[in-house]
């Protein structure tokens, strides 16, 4: 089985997806950290982020791999591992404008269908039901209200010692929403097959039995 979920930032997407994975004994793949990988390099770099043509060409003279490294999925560029650079809110506004160009988004494609011909995977992102796994076994489109989702990243920072902006992290959510579903090319939406979890409120806990529940009337409605 495949199992694609999809939804906004801070929907809890990647907590929750790891999670079903383990407990599958699936393999997790995050396709934001290969848009952000991107935007990292782009950012390094100091290419112009207006210039598709510079951007696209920069993905497709370098290397985006995923790497399992003690239990956790690391992102490489070429032989650099940059997990642990590419959560900023720069690269963040940097991904969702890379990853709005038709010509990014085509290798992007490529790669991540490559990585889930495997089989057994748990793939999350924007437009994993809609484009990239279409023919996933399940769908699920992970929500929660813009408020909720702020939070939940603004506790993740002050957990970290930081002193964030709470109205600050919720603007710059708002704007990369608006961004991912108002682009062109395989904008963030809901498939039409995928079912809705509005997880406002929810623990992750609850989400994971809630999906997992999912996938078991999936596979008993194969059998
Ligand atoms: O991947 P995505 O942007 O959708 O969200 P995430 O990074 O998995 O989750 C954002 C934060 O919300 C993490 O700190 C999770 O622990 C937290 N979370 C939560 O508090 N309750 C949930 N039901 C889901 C996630
Ligand atoms: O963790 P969070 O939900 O904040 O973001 P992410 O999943 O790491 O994705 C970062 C950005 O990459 C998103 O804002 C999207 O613009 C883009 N993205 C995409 O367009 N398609 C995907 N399949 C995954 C990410």
């Given at each position: 089985m495949n199992i694609a979920i999809d939804g906004p930032a801070g929907a809890g997407k990647s907590t929750v997806a790891k999670k079903v994975a383990g407990a599958l004994e699936y393999v997790y793949i995050d396709t934001g950290s290969m848009y952000r990988a991107l935007a990292w390099a782009v950012h390094h770099h100091a290419l112009p982020i207006e210039n598709e043509a510079a951007v696209s060409q920069l993905l497709q003279d370098n290397v985006i791999h995923l790497r399992r490294v003690q239990g956790e999925q690391h992102v490489y560029w070429n032989d650099t591992d940059v997990t642990a650079w590419i959560r900023t809110s720069e690269v963040s506004q940097f991904a969702s404008i890379v990853a709005s160009y038709g010509a990014v988004r085509e290798q992007m494609l490529v790669l991540q269908r490559n990585l889930a011909t495997q089989g057994n995977v748990v793939m999350d992102g924007r437009?994993?039901?809609?484009?990239?796994?279409?023919?996933?076994?399940v769908k699920i489109f992970l929500t929660a209200s813009i408020r909720e989702r702020a939070e939940r990243r603004w506790k993740e920072l002050r957990e970290k010692g930081l002193d964030p902006d709470l109205s600050e992290m919720e603007k710059d959510i708002a704007e990369r929403d608006q961004r991912d579903m108002n682009r062109e090319v395989a904008p963030l939406r809901q498939a039409e097959d995928a079912v809705l979890v509005d997880t406002t409120g929810m623990t992750i806990d609850q989400v994971v039995d809630r999906i997992l529940e999912i996938c078991e009337r999936t596979g008993e409605s194969r059998q």
């Open positions: 437009d994993i039901g809609t484009h990239v796994l279409p023919d996933a076994d």
